[in-house]
């Protein structure tokens, strides 16, 4: 009942029926592919091409293709498997946050999220695998009995936790992803006209019928998964901080990390499903669905992280210079605020603590255009701070002998295109081939405005 | 209208059914056609099974090559595989000498050690002796004796270069036998035969870095051209004008090893003071207590200034000043008050600079006490007077043939090219080298020498001490020594080893009274590497012959720039310039290998916008930058011995040469330039540096204190250790190691920054050279590595040294953060890797606060972009069979060299005995020509480390009160100690 107020307008517009609600968000699939999406297509792959041949490069010569070394041992793998995975934080967020605070808004977006973080995960799963010096032994780091006496893994790693909860993480996201989706595919089956669509979707449709006995469970499925999703999403980038929270390299080790990891996660990851709603938005026509009150509430969301994240910076200065520690102080002030580093903390500083506060006027969060490039430089500052914390910290620490500067190669620049590449080719194939907004749940909040349906809306709780 | 026309009257009847039995009848025909085909056939399975069987025998038949081992059918007494045999030995090349014991493995040398029956290098070596043992296995050698590049047998070249001398004796035409410095009494003795078959050969030596200055004012002040005996040990009062006698100097490491242990305060209480003039900032001027920055042009007036400051504190009234150097005034009130024990040393190559310091050391009674003359150093014996000589006969076509042995005038002389010139003109030239250099490349003859390791021999480096030399492999390619190539081409048929035997017995065995045979006589003296005759004080009387004129000569300073040429610590004079481990030595100042630069003032560069990599224009000759704190103001400094064109593909084109520019001046060279023009240009030339930040910071990373504190507390300049001890506290377990706790002191008072630390570490543990490029990525793979500091003024700063490896860290950082536990802790607390484990994740890396870890970014070994020694059979087999060569990938690290550790467990387990203090040594512990590292198990409370640095598990026994653990505030207990350095500054 709680969304059952006239503060808000409604969720979606238009006045839909549910058949028009089906057939507009299925339009894409069924319609032809269009001409930009082939374009687009061929962009990513090309650029994914480019990122395998860096791949390939690396694997044949090995990580001294990089620009790594002695001092700076974990570069742009690290600051990008940093940055997916905060990326990938928003789909789950955004379903799992908004379901348990029942803002039902979320339909309409949480489909496109969650896609976001499967493919997300993915590019960030790339990394660690990539930067291992020995990547065909990473079954290593797997806790399988073996003959070797039995040797373990070392629980005590943080690499290992992370393995761990990435594991984990894309198995709960993508289960969760796939399950929301089988009503969908149910309804996709049902309409096509396509002989192999029906097949395809009758697949993965999973034999659904939309019993009542099936929607029992659909739910209590849902609400499994989201449980163990929720905890996911707050101890994944916990434990990503961790590997920085445990060292003993000054900028690194820091008691705030984890939840400063795990809201700069969630930072990212909202731009990112803002900038691919707006573009998802525009290209299908779907602001019907995607209202211009669904733009305005994920601005305002950014605005109160965006405040956080400002926080937790100075904090981080704070506490640089209140702990005394000369090693601390070098590394905030000398290194990433007046040093060598100081564009990319300015950077990092600017795009994500200021900018985004010029979400307080409805101006600009009415104007999509600026609210889009805002995203985009949020989703650039972000990266800047993965970079600040694992790059200057490790290029100024405690001897200043080993002090080292670092900057990419162009494999390793590669690489990250090719991830780039691999996610926007991920998010054009989730463009054409899957239902990109939620239709089962859209249409549970497209009733509350018909007062011929009202009645049933109570039924749904 | 359409005709509609039908096959049959089925068709007809009923067409769609017809059509459906159609397709149907189609369809089955066409699955049972498909299925006959693809079932397989009798036929089938045998054309199947004899192209695997056949494919099968093919693929089986390219297997791997069989390296086979094959065991000894009888095997000799003293080889045990698997146990490394030592051999006394002795090193002599390129002026340098060392007692060296040679550790062989399965009959290949593999590792120089330091002799400690040594009385000169006393168990120390330098990193060129070091790296010796490499060169040992390069691919560049002469693999067998050529005439005109072409292969020829001995039996030919020896027919024919007889001849060719028999000729030239008859002809009366003079022959000329160009050697560097001959220290070995033997090989003089064969000399002189050769001398005496063809009385037309002149023996002439001439080398690369002379000491000519000094034996010809030897010659005027006391009457005999010697270079005297010092005794940096003795001495209260060092003062070097320009002599760098802990780098490259006379014989750095037998001074190193006096001059520490005149310093030492781990055992001492003493310590003397050492004041070091001079505009390059050397490995001396970084050690010295007080540096002052002096152009080499004043020198000469800054030696008389001092001569006649002396005079004054005598009571002579005198005019001083002439150099503007005003601390003059002060090192001459410390020197006269502590007369007859200070020492005065010119690295000058002029006489009349000489015969000043001479002058000083005498009115300082240092003559007779500090600086004696019963054991002259011998290893450079040349005078550019005799050169000059040779070159003038050589290029005024006097000469019937020319003999190189161990020279390489063409190269490293300033009439390099009048040379090489006048030697197509030369009907016999001749060169006895055992690998191409720029002088043998023109000879038409090349007897193919061996390399020392393959060689018998002897030396007497000083006067009465004498070292045996003696083969640990035998000669791998179609190799000579050039002395049994002389007993050849002298008619004498004896072999070189029995010559040796006989001199042996008729000069030395007879001259002694211990052993009643020769032959336990010889044993013993080759066991031991060394052998000592009594010291004859010659009775040398000072004149002061050509003083005044000397006095009067020396000119006030210019002010024009000046160009100072030295010498490297890792390369010399070049001679070495193919060894790769020499060539990625980071210089100890400037901290980059791989090519030499012009040092250039501070001030200078910061006026003109130039920083570290820019080109300048010398006197129109294109340099790399290096902005040196410390050089002299108007100075620039670039090292010789780069630039070789025929080293070998690792040396050649390495730098640029600058021994074209040194000036012979009066009959000596002179190896600096007045008066040099200096352009800054926009371009820009990459140097491999592997150190780019040179303050501390202010962290208390090498920490120090002056003596006067040092002797009111010994734990001046360490007072954060109490507080970082009071501060540790822990919520674990202490750590607890029931045996061995193994240990390791530093005293960075003793330690010069020399780097023999570091090439012996990479011989050792087979660590592997990575070029240029990749030392410019900072990836230097060395596990030990001297940090350099500077501290207090640019223009003239202090310098710290600081050796840094694993810290074998108690509770070490990399290792909880491995995921695979590839890098666990040892129960005699050492941090160790399982190489086979490590995935290469780099966290250990990232989390070691010394970073001391290394990754293989690339594959070293085996890998044509990295052509080095490990990149052929040849190179590969100086590597140490009892250490891993790491693949790609992997992280590596100093291990304490726990197979030495483990080695020496096992002798004293068989022998049934517990282990002694002192009986392990790592790699770098061992040759520390500073004796700076002391190891140990600090469990055993006599051990020396154990006083040194206490227990590390026990902050209630800290040890030294000098001892600290680097960023000890951590917490990571590290199982390294360092000792303070101590400044003598108080004046």
Same mark, same amino acid.
């Given at each position: 009942?709680?969304?059952?107020?006239?503060?808000?307008?409604? /969720?979606?517009?238009?006045?839909?029926?549910?058949?028009?609600?089906?057939?507009?968000?299925?339009?894409?699939?069924?319609?032809?592919?269009?001409?930009?999406?082939?374009?687009?297509?061929?962009?990513?792959?090309?650029?994914?091409?480019?990122?395998?041949?860096?791949?390939?490069?690396?694997?044949?010569?090995?990580?001294?293709?990089?620009?790594?070394?002695?001092?700076?041992?974990?570069?742009?793998?690290?600051?990008?498997?940093?940055?997916?995975?905060?990326?990938?934080?928003?789909?789950?967020?955004?379903?799992?946050?908004?379901?348990?605070?029942?803002?039902?808004?979320?339909? &309409?977006?949480?489909?496109?999220?969650?896609?976001?973080?499967?493919?997300?995960?993915?590019?960030?799963? /790339?990394?660690? /695998?990539?930067?291992?010096?020995?990547?065909?032994?990473?079954?290593?780091?797997?806790?399988?009995?073996?003959?070797?006496?039995?040797?373990?893994?070392?629980?005590?790693?943080?690499?290992?936790?992370?393995?761990?909860?990435?594991? &984990?993480?894309?198995?709960?996201?993508?289960?969760?992803?796939?399950?929301?989706?089988?009503?969908?595919?149910?309804?996709?089956?049902?309409?096509?006209?396509?002989?192999?669509?029906?097949?395809?979707?009758?697949?993965?449709?999973?034999?659904?019928?939309?019993?009542?006995?099936?929607?029992?469970?659909?739910?209590? /499925?849902?609400?499994?998964?989201?449980?163990?999703?929720?905890?996911?999403?707050?101890?994944?980038?916990?434990?990503?901080?961790?590997?920085?929270?445990?060292?003993?390299?000054?900028?690194?080790?820091?008691?705030?990390?984890?939840?400063?990891?795990?809201?700069?996660?969630?930072?990212?990851?909202?731009?990112?499903?803002?900038?691919?709603?707006?573009?998802?938005?525009? &290209?299908?026509?779907?602001?019907?669905?995607?209202?211009?009150?669904?733009?305005?509430?994920?601005?305002?969301?950014?605005?109160?992280?965006?405040?956080?994240?400002?926080?937790?910076?100075?904090?981080?200065?704070?506490?640089?210079?209140?702990?005394?520690?000369?090693?601390?102080?070098?590394?905030?002030?000398?290194?990433?605020?007046?040093?060598?580093?100081?564009?990319?903390?300015?950077?990092?500083?600017?795009?994500?603590?200021?900018?985004?506060?010029?979400?307080?006027?409805?101006?600009?969060?009415?104007?999509?255009?600026?609210?889009?490039?805002?995203?985009?430089?949020?989703?650039?500052?972000?990266?800047?701070?993965?970079?600040?914390?694992?790059?200057?910290?490790?290029?100024?620490?405690?001897?200043?002998?080993?002090?080292?500067?670092?900057?990419?190669?162009?494999?390793?620049?590669?690489?990250?295109?090719?991830?780039?590449?691999?996610?926007?080719?991920?998010?054009?194939?989730?463009?054409?081939?899957?239902?990109?907004?939620?239709?089962?749940?859209?249409?549970?909040?497209?009733?509350?405005?018909?007062?011929?349906?009202?009645?049933?809306?109570?039924?749904?709780? | 209208?359409?005709?509609?026309?039908?096959?049959? =009257?089925?068709?007809?009847?009923?067409?769609?059914?017809?059509?459906?039995?159609?397709?149907?009848?189609?369809?089955?025909?066409?699955?049972?056609?498909?299925?006959?085909?693809?079932?397989?056939?009798?036929?089938?399975?045998?054309?199947?099974?004899?192209?695997?069987?056949?494919?099968?025998?093919?693929?089986?038949?390219?297997?791997?090559?069989?390296?086979?081992?094959?065991?000894?059918?009888?095997?000799?007494?003293?080889?045990?595989?698997?146990?490394?045999?030592?051999?006394?030995?002795?090193?002599?090349?390129?002026?340098?000498?060392?007692?060296?014991?040679?550790?062989?493995?399965?009959?290949?040398?593999?590792?120089?050690?330091?002799?400690?029956?040594?009385?000169?290098?006393?168990?120390?070596?330098?990193?060129?002796?070091?790296?010796?043992?490499?060169?040992?296995?390069?691919?560049?050698?002469?693999?067998?004796?050529?005439?005109?590049?072409?292969?020829?047998?001995?039996?030919?070249?020896?027919?024919?270069?007889?001849?060719?001398?028999?000729?030239?004796?008859?002809?009366?035409?003079?022959?000329?036998?160009?050697?560097?410095?001959?220290?070995?009494?033997?090989?003089?003795?064969?000399?002189?035969?050769?001398?005496?078959?063809?009385?037309?050969?002149?023996?002439?030596?001439?080398?690369?870095?002379?000491?000519?200055g000094m034996l010809t004012a030897a010659k005027e002040s006391f009457g005999s051209a010697l270079i005297p005996d010092y005794h940096f040990d003795k001495a209260n009062v060092i003062v070097s004008f320009n002599a760098d006698f802990l780098g490259t100097w006379l014989s750095p490491v037998e001074y190193t090893k006096k001059y520490s242990s005149g310093r030492d305060l781990k055992t001492g209480r003493r310590m003397s003071r050492h004041y070091q003039l001079e505009a390059h900032m050397s490995v001396s001027g970084a050690n010295a207590d007080i540096r002052i920055p002096m152009k080499p042009s004043q020198e000469s007036s800054a030696l008389a200034d001092l001569y006649h400051e002396l005079l004054q504190l005598g009571g002579t009234a005198?005019?001083?000043?002439?150099?503007?150097?005003?601390?003059?005034?002060?090192?001459?009130?410390?020197?006269?008050?502590?007369?007859?024990?200070?020492?005065?040393?010119?690295?000058?190559?002029?006489?009349?600079?000489?015969?000043?310091?001479?002058?000083?050391?005498?009115?300082?009674?240092?003559?007779?006490?500090?600086?004696?003359?019963?054991?002259?150093?011998?290893?450079?014996?040349?005078?550019?007077?005799?050169?000059?000589?040779?070159?003038?006969?050589?290029?005024?076509?006097?000469?019937?043939?020319?003999?190189?042995?161990?020279?390489?005038?063409?190269?490293?002389?300033?009439?390099?090219?009048?040379?090489?010139?006048?030697?197509?003109?030369?009907?016999?030239?001749?060169?006895?080298?055992?690998?191409?250099?720029?002088?043998?490349?023109?000879?038409?003859?090349?007897?193919?020498?061996?390399?020392?390791?393959?060689?018998?021999?002897?030396?007497?480096?000083?006067?009465?001490?004498?070292?045996?030399?003696?083969?640990?492999?035998?000669?791998?390619?179609?190799?000579?020594?050039?002395?049994?190539?002389?007993?050849?081409?002298?008619?004498?048929?004896?072999?070189?080893?029995?010559?040796?035997?006989?001199?042996?017995?008729?000069?030395?065995?007879?001259?002694?009274?211990?052993?009643?045979?020769?032959?336990?006589?010889?044993?013993?003296?080759?066991?031991?590497?060394?052998?000592?005759?009594?010291?004859?004080?010659?009775?040398?009387?000072?004149?002061?012959?050509?003083?005044?004129?000397?006095?009067?000569?020396?000119?006030?300073?210019?002010?024009?720039?000046?160009?100072?040429?030295?010498?490297?610590?890792?390369?010399?004079?070049?001679?070495?310039?193919?060894?790769?481990?020499?060539?990625?030595?980071?210089?100890?100042?400037?901290?980059?290998?791989?090519?030499?630069?012009?040092?250039?003032?501070?001030?200078?560069?910061?006026?003109?916008?130039?920083?570290?990599?820019?080109?300048?224009?010398?006197?129109?000759?294109?340099?790399?930058?290096?902005?040196?704190?410390?050089?002299?103001?108007?100075?620039?400094?670039?090292?010789?011995?780069?630039?070789?064109?025929?080293?070998?593909?690792?040396?050649?084109?390495?730098?640029?040469?600058?021994?074209?520019?040194?000036?012979?001046?009066?009959?000596?060279?002179?190896?600096?330039?007045?008066?040099?023009?200096?352009?800054?240009?926009?371009?820009?030339?990459?140097?491999? =540096?592997?150190?780019?930040?040179?303050?501390?910071?202010?962290?208390?990373?090498?920490?120090?204190?002056?003596?006067?504190?040092?002797?009111?507390?010994?734990?001046?300049?360490?007072?954060?250790?109490?507080?970082?001890?009071?501060?540790?506290?822990?919520?674990?377990?202490?750590?607890?190691?029931?045996?061995?706790?193994?240990?390791?002191?530093?005293?960075?008072?003793?330690?010069?920054?020399?780097?023999?630390?570091?090439?012996?570490?990479?011989?050792?543990?087979?660590?592997?050279?990575?070029?240029?490029?990749?030392?410019?990525?900072?990836?230097?793979?060395?596990?030990?590595?001297?940090?350099?500091?500077?501290?207090?003024?640019?223009?003239?700063?202090?310098?710290?040294?600081?050796?840094?490896?694993?810290?074998?860290?108690?509770?070490?950082?990399?290792?909880?953060?491995?995921?695979?536990?590839?890098?666990?802790?040892?129960?005699?607390?050492?941090?160790?890797?399982?190489?086979?484990?490590?995935?290469?994740?780099?966290?250990?890396?990232?989390?070691?606060?010394?970073?001391?870890?290394?990754?293989?970014?690339?594959?070293?070994?085996?890998?044509?972009?990295?052509?080095?020694?490990?990149?052929?059979?040849?190179?590969?087999?100086?590597?140490?069979?009892?250490?891993?060569?790491?693949?790609?990938?992997?992280?590596?690290?100093?291990?304490?060299?726990?197979?030495?550790?483990?080695?020496?467990?096992?002798?004293?387990?068989?022998?049934?005995?517990?282990?002694?203090?002192?009986?392990?040594?790592?790699?770098?512990?061992?040759?520390?020509?500073?004796?700076?590292?002391?190891?140990?198990?600090?469990?055993?409370?006599?051990?020396?480390?154990?006083?040194?640095?206490?227990?590390?598990?026990?902050?209630?026994?800290?040890?030294?009160?000098?001892?600290?653990?680097?960023?000890?505030?951590?917490?990571?207990?590290?199982?390294?100690?360092?000792?303070?350095?101590?400044?003598?500054?108080?004046?």
């Amino acid at each position: 009942m709680i969304y059952k107020t006239e503060i808000r307008g409604p /969720l979606i517009q238009g006045d839909k029926s549910f058949s028009q609600i089906s057939r507009e968000i299925l339009a894409p699939i069924d319609a032809k592919t269009p001409l930009w999406w082939y374009f687009a297509m061929a962009t990513s792959l090309g650029m994914l091409g480019f990122g395998l041949y860096c791949i390939y490069l690396t694997l044949a010569t090995g990580i001294g293709s990089w620009g790594l070394n002695n001092s700076i041992g974990w570069g742009w793998a690290i600051v990008n498997f940093v940055w997916w995975i905060g990326i990938g934080h928003a789909g789950t967020a955004f379903s799992i946050f908004l379901l348990i605070l029942r803002q039902q808004w979320r339909t &309409a977006i949480n489909r496109a999220a969650e896609a976001m973080t499967v493919v997300a995960v993915m590019c960030a799963g /790339l990394f660690p /695998l990539l930067h291992m010096g020995r990547p065909w032994l990473f079954f290593y780091i797997f806790p399988y009995p073996n003959t070797r006496g039995p040797l373990w893994v070392n629980f005590n790693s943080p690499l290992f936790w992370d393995f761990v909860a990435i594991t &984990a993480y894309i198995l709960i996201s993508a289960s969760f992803w796939y399950f929301g989706m089988v009503p969908d595919f149910a309804t996709i089956r049902d309409t096509t006209k396509s002989k192999i669509k029906k097949a395809v979707y009758g697949f993965f449709a999973f034999g659904w019928t939309g019993s009542s006995k099936e929607w029992l469970r659909y739910e209590g /499925l849902s609400f499994v998964l989201g449980g163990i999703a929720a905890v996911l999403v707050v101890s994944v980038h916990s434990i990503v901080s961790t590997d920085f929270a445990v060292g003993v390299i000054p900028g690194w080790h820091t008691t705030i990390f984890p939840p400063y990891f795990v809201i700069g996660a969630i930072f990212s990851g909202f731009a990112m499903v803002l900038t691919l709603v707006t573009i998802m938005r525009g &290209a299908y026509k779907m602001h019907d669905f995607v209202t211009d009150s669904h733009i305005d509430a994920v601005c305002r969301v950014l605005i109160f992280i965006s405040l956080i994240m400002g926080t937790a910076y100075m904090t981080e200065i704070f506490i640089a210079w209140y702990s005394g520690s000369i090693y601390e102080y070098s590394i905030i002030f000398e290194s990433r605020m007046f040093g060598d580093y100081a564009f990319q903390f300015w950077a990092m500083f600017t795009a994500n603590a200021v900018i985004p506060q010029l979400f307080w006027f409805k101006a600009v969060r009415k104007r999509i255009m600026i609210v889009f490039l805002i995203s985009i430089i949020i989703n650039i500052g972000m990266w800047f701070e993965r970079f600040n914390i694992v790059i200057t910290s490790l290029s100024r620490d405690y001897l200043p002998a080993n002090w080292a500067n670092y900057s990419p190669s162009w494999v390793e620049v590669g690489i990250f295109v090719g991830t780039l590449g691999l996610f926007t080719a991920g998010v054009l194939m989730f463009f054409r081939y899957i239902p990109m907004i939620a239709i089962s749940e859209v249409k549970s909040v497209a009733k509350y405005n018909k007062p011929q349906t009202n009645h049933q809306s109570g039924h749904h709780e | 209208m359409e005709n509609k026309y039908w096959r049959s =009257l089925e068709e007809r009847n009923d067409p769609v059914s017809f059509r459906k039995n159609e397709i149907r009848a189609e369809y089955e025909h066409k699955k049972s056609v498909i299925k006959g085909e693809s079932g397989s056939s009798r036929r089938d399975f045998l054309k199947a099974f004899g192209f695997t069987i056949g494919g099968t025998a093919i693929l089986a038949s390219c297997k791997r090559p069989v390296e086979k081992a094959i065991p000894y059918l009888i095997k000799p007494e003293e080889v045990t595989p698997g146990m490394a045999n030592y051999y006394a030995s002795t090193f002599y090349e390129g002026n340098e000498y060392c007692s060296i014991l040679v550790k062989v493995r399965d009959g290949r040398p593999i590792k120089i050690e330091g002799n400690d029956l040594s009385p000169v290098s006393r168990k120390g070596t330098s990193a060129k002796v070091q790296a010796s043992v490499l060169n040992l296995y390069d691919d560049a050698r002469y693999k067998g004796p050529l005439k005109n590049n072409e292969p020829v047998t001995w039996e030919n070249l020896d027919k024919e270069i007889v001849e060719a001398l028999n000729q030239l004796n008859a002809e009366n035409s003079k022959v000329v036998f160009l050697t560097s410095t001959v220290i070995s009494p033997t090989f003089r003795e064969v000399i002189a035969g050769l001398q005496a078959t063809y009385p037309n050969i002149e023996w002439v030596q001439y080398d690369a870095v002379p000491a000519s200055g000094m034996l010809t004012a030897a010659k005027e002040s006391f009457g005999s051209a010697l270079i005297p005996d010092y005794h940096f040990d003795k001495a209260n009062v060092i003062v070097s004008f320009n002599a760098d006698f802990l780098g490259t100097w006379l014989s750095p490491v037998e001074y190193t090893k006096k001059y520490s242990s005149g310093r030492d305060l781990k055992t001492g209480r003493r310590m003397s003071r050492h004041y070091q003039l001079e505009a390059h900032m050397s490995v001396s001027g970084a050690n010295a207590d007080i540096r002052i920055p002096m152009k080499p042009s004043q020198e000469s007036s800054a030696l008389a200034d001092l001569y006649h400051e002396l005079l004054q504190l005598g009571g002579t009234a005198t005019e001083s000043g002439k150099s503007g150097i005003s601390e003059l005034a002060t090192v001459a009130k410390d020197l006269w008050e502590n007369k007859g024990q200070g020492i005065v040393v010119s690295g000058s190559n002029r006489k009349e600079d000489q015969l000043i310091v001479n002058a000083i050391n005498h009115i300082l009674e240092n003559n007779g006490s500090t600086i004696t003359f019963d054991r002259p150093l011998l290893t450079r014996q040349s005078t550019d007077e005799t050169m000059e000589h040779f070159i003038q006969e050589l290029t005024g076509g006097n000469l019937g043939g020319v003999i190189f042995y161990e020279v390489n005038p063409v190269y490293d002389h300033p009439g390099g090219s009048r040379i090489s010139d006048a030697l197509k003109n030369v009907s016999l030239s001749v060169s006895l080298a055992d690998r191409p250099d720029e002088t043998s490349s023109l000879c038409r003859y090349i007897a193919t020498g061996s390399h020392y390791l393959e060689n018998w021999g002897d030396a007497e480096p000083k006067k009465g001490l004498y070292s045996l030399m003696q083969p640990v492999i035998q000669p791998l390619f179609d190799s000579r020594q050039p002395e049994e190539t002389l007993l050849r081409w002298s008619g004498n048929s004896i072999r070189y080893y029995d010559f040796l035997r006989e001199f042996w017995r008729a000069e030395l065995y007879s001259r002694q009274s211990a052993f009643s045979d020769f032959n336990s006589f010889w044993n013993d003296t080759l066991q031991k590497g060394v052998y000592e005759v009594p010291a004859e004080t010659p009775g040398l009387t000072y004149n002061d012959q050509g003083l005044s004129s000397a006095l009067q000569l020396a000119s006030p300073a210019t002010d024009n720039w000046e160009l100072v040429l030295y010498e490297t610590v890792a390369l010399g004079n070049g001679k070495y310039a193919n060894n790769p481990w020499l060539q990625e030595l980071p210089d100890p100042m400037a901290k980059i290998s791989w090519d030499n630069f012009v040092s250039v003032p501070v001030e200078w560069a910061e006026a003109n916008g130039v920083a570290n990599e820019s080109v300048i224009l010398v006197n129109g000759i294109e340099m790399p930058v290096f902005v040196q704190p410390g050089q002299a103001d108007k100075t620039l400094a670039v090292a010789i011995g780069y630039g070789r064109t025929e080293a070998g593909k690792t040396g050649n084109n390495i730098g640029f040469n600058v021994f074209p520019l040194v000036q012979v001046v009066s009959g000596n060279r002179q190896f600096w330039l007045p008066g040099v023009t200096v352009e800054t240009t926009a371009k820009t030339y990459p140097l491999a =540096l592997s150190q780019t930040h040179h303050s501390m910071e202010g962290r208390p990373i090498a920490r120090e204190a002056t003596f006067a504190e040092w002797q009111l507390n010994p734990a001046s300049g360490n007072e954060l250790r109490e507080d970082h001890i009071k501060h540790a506290t822990t919520l674990y377990e202490k750590p607890n190691y029931p045996g061995h706790h193994w240990g390791l002191a530093i005293d960075l008072n003793a330690c010069t920054g020399c780097g023999n630390c570091t090439i012996s570490c990479q011989v050792e543990n087979n660590i592997p050279v990575i070029g240029k490029e990749q030392v410019r990525n900072r990836r230097i793979m060395h596990w030990i590595r001297i940090d350099r500091y500077y501290s207090g003024k640019p223009q003239n700063p202090n310098v710290s040294f600081q050796p840094v490896m694993c810290q074998q860290c108690d509770n070490a950082p990399c290792e909880n953060v491995c995921p695979v536990a590839a890098t666990p802790h040892s129960d005699e607390g050492l941090n160790q890797m399982a190489y086979n484990r490590c995935v290469g994740t780099r966290y250990c890396l990232n989390n070691c606060p010394y970073r001391v870890r290394r990754f293989n970014w690339l594959q070293f070994v085996k890998n044509d972009k990295f052509d080095y020694h490990t990149n052929s059979d040849l190179g590969r087999m100086v590597l140490n069979p009892d250490v891993t060569v790491r693949s790609r990938g992997v992280v590596e690290k100093c291990t304490f060299c726990v197979q030495r550790i483990q080695d020496k467990k096992q002798t004293a387990k068989i022998e049934g005995r517990p282990l002694r203090d002192g009986e392990i040594e790592p790699a770098c512990v061992q040759s520390c020509p500073s004796s700076a590292l002391v190891f140990g198990d600090m469990n055993d409370n006599t051990s020396q480390v154990f006083r040194l640095i206490g227990k590390t598990t026990d902050p209630e026994i800290p040890g030294d009160p000098r001892n600290y653990h680097l960023l000890e505030e951590l917490h990571t207990l590290p199982s390294v100690g360092y000792l303070t350095k101590i400044r003598n500054t108080n004046t």
